[in-house]
């Protein structure tokens, strides 16, 4: 298989570095804005399978140069150039998986457009070529683990998913969490986007708006994260879902409260508008991200006592939660999954980087478009048949574990 990757940054480069370890790939094309970012990258992994270029994913004609030949397009730049990359992947015959999209997609899926409606989906349909939406960690993850769920019960209602992190650091006061400086760990920008956007829930069938940080509750995650703030926060699963799962009713995604971007966001500095400080015009939401390490930074460089560090402070938790009924009764299944990043040593050893959240699910959709009779179109992870997309990740010898547990009533 040979593999078109765009965008070099801390996903692409993961996923890189996951696919050159894989006998089924050949061969990995890595392109970039700029070249030195991918070759960087490339050097770092060695082993042969890379090349590297540059690509304009604006584009169309460009990203289908750089995907001559190739049998997967793997979009990895921000998730408002979908059209551009996906258009230039369709013209190159080649099929199309991302991590996460944005416009127009979102807003048809609120007007209730069908995925078969969706733009570019009668022509990759019509071509024959897969185009493989939200395959990375949420979305993707999130909606293997949702279809998995659900296909225990006769019929869905409900699908929550929450997200909880939390640092412990030895001698840390209860309060100094407040200093800490702010990483998301991937794009800082999209990252304060999201925070800054108004969202939707599925509630009762109907799509209900909410305000950026709304419907603010208490959610109890499994220790060592505990007891947390959640709001509603922007992301693909409550677009995607009311369309692939039949006859749901309440989605909704929510994220813990992170204080940072909720402090920027409240004092205007998630704006995108630029403002006139002395002489020079700004938009705000720039300077907030100028201070912030890029992604890349983050994929090859930590030694392994920094990620047996990371694995005994940093701890992120992940809950799905699937409800509807079997055989008569009200049943609601639980995916707990606890940090994907750990253990990092071991992780690094088996992909050459611990930043694998993201980019294993991304590298494992990627093969299983080459490998299965997958549907033509337009296709949502949570579409695919969740064992299948869970023995191939878990085959790459990932040593992942993760509780899943019932309750009746």
Known sequence: MKVLIVGAGGQGGSCASILARQDSVDEIRLVDLKEETAKAVADHIGGGKIRTGTVN??????VARAAEGVDVVVDMVMPWMVPYVMEGALKAKANYINTAFDAPFWDKFVEGVSIEDMPLCKEFKEAGLTALFGCGFAPGWTNVLARRLANRLDNVDSIKMRIGKATHLPGEHEYDWVLR???????????????????????????????????????DFPEPVGRLPVTHHSHEEIYSMPATFKGVKDIDFKYYLMYQPAIFYAMGLCSQDKVKVGDAEVAPIDVVTAMVPPPQNNIFGATDEELEYADKTAFIELVVEVSGEKDGKKVTWTANCPKMNAPGPELKKLYGTALVYVSLPLATGTMLIDEIDMPKGIVFADELDPEVFIDKMMGTGYPYKWKETVKEG
Not at 57 to 62: R, S, V
Not at 204 to 214: C, D, I, L, S, T
Request: glycine residues 12%; contains cysteine.
């Open 57 to 62: 994913a604006l584009d169309p004609d460009d």
């Open 181 to 219: 400086p702010w990483n998301p760990g991937w794009s800082p920008k999209q990252a304060l986007i999201d925070c800054a956007s108004p969202t939707y829930a599925l509630e009762g069938g109907k799509y209900v708006q909410y305000p950026p940080f709304g419907g603010l509750e208490m959610w």
